[in-house]
């Protein structure tokens, strides 16, 4: 049995072009894993492995790797005191398009690195990562990458990590220089300032004395450290008001370590990824600081057979539980399940079961991923993170356990798409394998959706943003060697109601022996303000207020099952129904005629009679967006996005540029990009992520309907 406390499961996350894959073909580098480092910039990186990846720069797919390395050593160099720790890494993309494989990633894992740019800060997508992080309970130490940018601050970033993410930045280092001139950092735990060496890549840094001009700062920032460090733990705080020089190297670090893991604290560190600096302290920050699979609760989930709660702790010897987060397709191995394993032992070639299926499944080879490399092992055990083939049908979010103990993990949650386009096969020889392609791609991405319409025929692909799609299109047609025509890209609006109506349903029908018969009295209206739509699992708040038998019990979630099916297509345009409330008030039924099918059927009528009745409206997505620009194109932008109905939230300055905050519809910035740099000679950026469904203005609901309705009509 491996000793979990010398385990760590790490995420490195953040905003677009923070550094994160920089970053890991550092740490694969000086953990000996790889013995060149490969450039995002080159197409050279070992986790960017995708074609599409390499040709672009940026990250398409998480990408796990394992690597091993030595703890606490002196200049790299080992003593009695040195273990080897073994590190399970997911490199995460940072483009909202793909914030998938985020959501996922952070669900199996027990700490992440948050990266920032020295330059840019806490930018929009730092703030979705953020708040992913919170919501999985995920620990987290933050590095501040590309110190060696001009107009690179560390301290600036660590405010902003204070007041945008609302975090409790407590920095660990003090950066020697900036930009150019960055060479070092000083420790604030250890008191010492260590400068890295240029000829051997970063892998040896010297200890050189404090430099006279930081000395002050070092002294205030290590007083912050050290008084932050004894309001935690009151053990010290008695200390630190005896003397606060009496607090020692262990003792600082192991309150550090209690704090992140309890999430009162982030430890800021910095560095230059790119010029080999700083990787390795963060390194060991990482085994200082972030819990092994022993520091954190064990795992909740439900007994599928009796409901029940049950616990599964990070031992081998428990009975077997995994999640399985991601399912990948190989062209070598056919498709791969990565999963976490909570708790207890698997073995290739044993069974499993599928608690969503109710399934065994045989897992037949087992693997420790590095990259797209599959390196093949025998067993799996609690706490560690690996890949599985030879199922039948495991899906993302499912969990694994042994069949003799059944269990529910908590399963991931995933936005829903907001743009869509329609796509066809160039030949008819193409049809059947664009369906078996899109069938792979739906699987392994579950933002991802494919569907047909029932009115044109057409088939439509749905995802988060542009980029998702056009990545898509692009794998159809290398991947799959699917040649498609593709339409213009529509945005995926929804439906809601703002009043409510009173409806009776009497559905019968008389056609030689039994009949149909089915009554019913309903209330629909707007959902109400606590409803909560995650928990309930489903946007339909269904409430039965049926007294003395006049509609059998039987019957009532047939009513239920009729609303819920009908809510997938709107009244106004067909679009779905986000939420509504039903209250069942009344009803009757027929001895012989009645049965559950009629009252599905008089509920779905129901929907359609009543709901023009109940004011519906027109939603659309809503953006947020940020836009950094010089000076002299302020004007120009915030006239631009004024134009696209823009809702100006605020301005910044952010190293030199202007910073614009915006909400924007989404049907509004389609080929944005392009137009910006047209605005701004090339000289703006922007990024957009979705924000939230709000109501269409009167007169565009009127033409998105009309549109809809001219369709069907050619149709």
Not at 115 to 138: D, I
Not at 387 to 409: R, Y
Request: with cysteine; net charge negative.
């Amino acid at each position: 049995m491996a000793d979990l406390r010398y385990t760590r499961n790490i995420g490195i996350s953040a905003h677009i072009d923070a550094g994160k894959t920089t970053t890991t073909e550092r740490i694969l580098y000086y953990t000996g894993k790889v013995h060149k480092i490969g450039e995002v910039h080159e197409g050279a990186a070992t986790m960017d492995w995708m074609v599409q990846e390499q040709e672009r720069g940026i990250t398409i797919t998480s990408a796990a790797t394992t690597c091993f390395w030595n703890y606490p050593t002196v200049n790299g160099k080992e003593d009695s005191n040195t273990k080897k720790y073994k590190i399970n890494i997911i490199d995460t993309p940072g483009h909202v398009d793909f914030t998938v494989e985020v959501e996922r990633s952070l669900r199996v894992l027990d700490g992440a690195v948050a990266l920032f740019c020295a330059v840019g800060g806490v930018e929009p997508q730092s703030e979705t990562v953020w708040r992913q992080m919170n919501k999985y309970h995920v620990p987290r130490i933050g590095f501040v990458n590309k110190m060696d940018r001009a107009g690179a601050d560390f301290f600036t970033v660590v405010d902003q990590v204070r007041e945008r993410l609302a975090g409790n930045p407590i920095p660990l280092q003090v950066p020697i220089g900036a930009e150019e001139n960055f060479k070092g950092v000083v420790d604030l735990i250890r008191n010492r300032a260590i400068v890295w060496d240029d000829s051997t890549q970063g892998m040896t840094y010297t200890e050189i004395p404090i430099p006279a001009e930081l000395k002050e700062e070092v002294a205030k920032w290590r007083e912050k450290l050290v008084e932050a460090i004894a309001e935690y733990d009151d053990k010290l705080m008695e200390k630190f008001f005896d003397n606060p020089d009496s607090i020692t190297v262990e003792e600082m670090e192991v309150a550090i370590r209690k704090a992140v893991c309890d999430m009162k604290f982030t430890p800021m560190m910095c560095g230059s990824s790119f010029k080999n600096k700083g990787v390795q302290t963060m390194l060991d920050a990482v085994m200082a600081f972030l819990p092994s699979p022993l520091d954190i609760p064990p795992v909740k989930g439900t007994n599928p057979d009796t409901n029940a709660e049950e616990l599964r702790k990070p031992d081998a010897k428990d009975k077997f539980a995994a999640l399985a987060f991601k399912i990948a397709t190989d062209p070598f191995v056919g498709r791969l399940a990565f999963f976490r394993a909570y708790s207890g032992k698997l073995e290739s070639g044993s069974y499993v079961l599928n608690t969503r299926s109710g399934n065994k499944e045989r897992i037949s080879r087992l693997f420790q991923m590095h990259a797209n490399k599959q390196n093949p092992i025998t067993e799996i055990e609690a706490g560690d993170i690996g890949a599985a083939v030879g199922f039948k049908d495991i899906k993302t979010g499912d969990t694994l356990c042994d069949e003799n103990a059944p269990i529910i993990l908590e399963a991931i949650t995933f936005p829903e798409p907001v743009i869509g386009l329609a796509i066809e096969p160039k030949t008819q020889a193409d049809m059947d394998k664009l369906g078996m392609a899109l069938g792979k791609l739906a699987e392994e991405d579950p933002t991802f959706r494919v569907k047909t319409d029932e009115d044109s025929g057409q088939t439509i692909i749905s995802g988060m943003g542009e980029l998702h799609l056009e990545i898509i299109v692009d794998r159809l047609k290398r991947e799959f060697k699917v040649e498609c025509n593709q339409g213009a890209p529509q945005v995926s609006y929804k439906e809601a109601i703002t009043g409510s109506v009173n409806h009776r349903e009497l559905y019968k029908k008389q056609s030689g022996g039994c009949g149909k018969f089915a009554d019913i009295v309903v209330e629909i209206s707007p959902v109400d303000e606590d409803f909560d739509i995650t928990t309930a699992k489903s946007g339909l708040q269904f409430v039965n207020e049926i007294t003395g038998g006049n509609i059998p019990r039987e019957f009532i979630p047939a009513v239920e099952k009729g609303f819920k099916a009908a809510m997938v297509n709107g009244v106004l345009a067909g679009y779905p129904l986000d939420t509504m409330k039903v209250r069942l008030i009344d009803g009757s039924y027929h001895n012989v005629d009645s049965d559950s099918l009629s009252f599905e059927l008089a509920a779905k009528l129901a929907y359609r009679e009543a709901l023009p009745k109940a004011k519906p409206v027109l939603l659309e997505p809503i953006m947020k967006v940020e836009v950094v620009t010089p000076d002299e194109y302020m004007g120009d932008v915030m006239g631009d996005l004024n134009k696209r109905r823009g809702q100006m939230e605020g301005m910044d300055t952010r190293a030199g540029a202007q910073v614009i905050k915006a909400k924007v519809p989404l049907g509004e910035m389609f080929g944005y990009v392009t137009s910006l740099r047209t605005i701004t000679s090339g000289r703006a950026s922007s990024t957009m992520e979705f924000s939230h469904y709000a109501e269409t203005p009167k007169n565009i609901a009127e033409e998105v309907i009309a549109k809809v309705k001219g369709k069907l009509e050619k149709v």
